[in-house]
T-cell receptor
Framework: KAGVTQTPRYLIKTRGQQVTLSCSPISGHRSVSWYQQTPGQGLQFLFEYFSETQRNKGNFPGRFSGRQFSNSRSEMNVSTLELGDSALYLC????????????FGPGTRLTVT | LAKTTQPISMDSYEGQEVNITCSHN???????ITWYQQFPSQGPRFIIQGYKTKVTNEVASLFIPADRKSSTLSLPRVSLSDTAVYYC?????????????FGAGTQVVVTP
C-alpha cells in the first residue's frame, strides 16, 4: 500500500496570507489527524476527521481549520498567517481498530515571512 | 491522558543496547503504552505498543513491570540509523479519537 502523502512538501508564505495543505491517507484508512511540530512546542495535535466529520480538536485558534472529503482525503487551512505558524505540519491516518498506531506522512514545511 | 516523563537525551555507541525508561505514575487501568520514533524532518513512526509484561517485535522490546508505573523501550545493538527522537505515549485509543499526545521525547544519538 502507498503511504500517507502530503502536498506540497515545502511552502513559503507571507504574513496575512492563507494556506491550504493537502493529505491523502493510506487506502482504507478513514481517520485523518493533523499535527503541528515546532522546535519550541514540539508535536501538537490540531484536529482529527473521520468520515468527513471533525471528531476531535486541539487547542488552536479558529484560524486553523480542516475538512475531509468522501474519499478520506483531507485538507487543512490556515488563514491570516502569523510568523509563529512556521512549522512542520504532519498528517497521519489510521484505521478504526488502532487509533494509537498512526501512519504519518512526510509533512509540509511551512515558512511564514 | 496520563502524563509521561522520559530522559531528554541518551548517547550510545554502535552495537550497544539502548534502554529508554518512561515514567507514567498516573497510568489508568485501561491505558496502553505506545512508543514512536522520529527521524529529523520526517513524521513519527509507530514502534511498539503494550499493556503489561513484555512485548517484542523485529525492531524493539517493551518491558512493563507489574505496577505499570513505568515502561522501558529496549533497542538491541543500535546502529547509526537508530539516531532519532523516541516518544512514549500513554492512553486509551477510544478516548483519544485520533489524538496522540506527544511529550518532548528522548533524543538518542548513536556514534561509531
Amino acid at each position: 500500500k502507498a503511504g500517507v502523502t502530503q502536498t506540497p512538501r515545502y511552502l513559503i508564505k507571507t504574513r496575512g496570507q492563507q494556506v491550504t495543505l493537502s493529505c491523502s491517507p493510506i487506502s482504507g484508512h478513514r481517520s485523518v489527524s493533523w499535527y503541528q511540530q515546532t522546535p519550541g512546542q514540539g508535536l501538537q495535535f490540531l484536529f482529527e476527521y473521520f468520515s468527513e466529520t471533525q471528531r476531535n480538536k486541539g487547542n488552536f485558534p479558529g484560524r486553523f481549520s480542516g475538512r475531509q472529503f468522501s474519499n478520506s482525503r483531507s485538507e487543512m487551512n490556515v488563514s491570516t498567517l502569523e510568523l509563529g505558524d512556521s512549522a512542520l505540519y504532519l498528517c497521519a491516518s489510521s484505521d478504526m481498530d488502532s487509533y494509537y498506531e498512526q501512519y504519518f506522512g512526510p509533512g509540509t514545511r511551512l515558512t511564514v515571512t | 491522558l496520563a502524563k509521561t516523563t522520559q530522559p531528554i537525551s541518551m548517547d550510545s555507541y554502535e552495537g550497544q543496547e539502548v534502554n529508554i525508561t518512561c515514567s507514567h505514575n498516573n497510568i489508568a487501568t485501561n491505558d496502553y503504552i505506545t512508543w514512536y520514533q522520529q527521524f529529523p524532518s520526517q513524521g513519527p513512526r509507530f514502534i511498539i505498543q503494550g499493556y503489561k509484561t513484555k512485548v517484542t517485535n523485529e525492531v524493539a522490546s517493551l518491558f512493563i513491570p507489574a505496577d505499570r508505573k513505568s515502561s522501558t523501550l529496549s533497542l538491541p545493538r543500535v546502529s547509526l540509523s537508530d539516531t532519532a527522537v523516541y516518544y512514549c505515549l500513554v492512553g486509551v485509543p477510544e478516548d483519544s479519537w485520533g489524538k496522540l499526545q506527544f511529550g518532548a521525547g528522548t533524543q538518542v544519538v548513536v556514534t561509531p
